[in-house]
């Protein structure tokens, strides 16, 4: 086309609510799209040049920063429209919100690699993790096995309603002590175990097994169901 014109048609709710105007879009999709990540800019000019350039059509998923400053994952499909001689006039195109959509994958995947019951990881899954992360880490990691001191004890005379207090609230400790730096997970019954990386000194160990144990105290584990814990230091090219 002579000119390089982008006419974003907006609807909202099935019916027509406003009309964008970008002027000399072709060059400027960078500055147009300055907010959303770098990789997504670049999918969009792959599909898009690829379209003006010759008859085409694309669909692709990507992240678009346009409510409100926050990123939403959209659809697009791009198609040219060419004139008699082949040459293209214009590319239309469709953007579709799929947030929704990516949320439902996001809570299918948790589901699938979280224990429903602490929700830490469940025992593959942490495993997994685990695997990746000593392949990938140039640095020594704590590992941590517990369990539920009585816990069958817990179960005959207390019901395994309190039972199943008991692990949830030992899941919410062990996640205050994990968060960025470790993953947690439930091995099976009230088998638990975790690996944390980062700390590099006696004392950073020190302060934070003293944390996970003031972290399970402030879950309100009661004192005579203490866990018992067995940890050593593993070095990651072991």
């Not at 002027?23 to 959303?36: A, G, L």
């Not at 006039?89 to 699938?112: C, L, M, N, T």
């Not at 400790?173 to 006696?202: K, N, Q």
Request: glycine share 8%.
């Amino acid at each position: 086309a002579d000119t390089d014109k982008a006419s974003i048609y907006m609807i909202k709710d099935g019916s027509f609510d406003k009309t964008i105007i970008y002027d000399d879009f072709s060059f400027k999709i960078e500055e147009y799209m300055k907010f959303c990540p770098n990789e997504d800019v670049e999918l969009f000019k792959e599909n898009f040049n690829r379209c003006v350039r010759k008859p085409s059509h694309a669909t692709f998923e990507m992240r678009l920063n346009y409510k409100r400053g926050r990123l939403e994952w959209v659809r697009v499909f791009l198609a040219s429209i060419d004139e008699p001689d082949g040459n293209v006039k214009f590319v239309a195109g469709r953007i579709a919100s799929i947030q929704k959509e990516k949320d439902a994958e996001i809570e299918i995947r948790r589901k699938a690699e979280n224990d429903a019951l602490t929700g830490l990881y469940n025992h593959t899954t942490f495993e997994d993790l685990c695997e990746k992360k000593l392949r990938e880490y140039d640095g020594e990691v704590i590992f941590v096995m517990l369990d539920v001191d009585d816990f069958k004890i817990i179960n005959d005379t207390l019901g395994h309603n309190v039972g199943d207090l008991v692990l949830g609230q030992t899941g919410y400790a062990l996640r205050l002590v994990t968060l960025d730096s470790g993953y947690a997970g439930r091995l099976g019954g009230d088998e638990f175990a975790i690996m944390v990386w980062g700390l590099d000194s006696r004392m950073q160990i020190k302060e934070w097994y003293l944390q996970m144990k003031l972290q399970r105290a402030e879950a309100g584990l009661l004192s005579r169901y203490l866990m018992n814990v067995y940890h050593g230091l593993y070095q990651t090219h072991l």
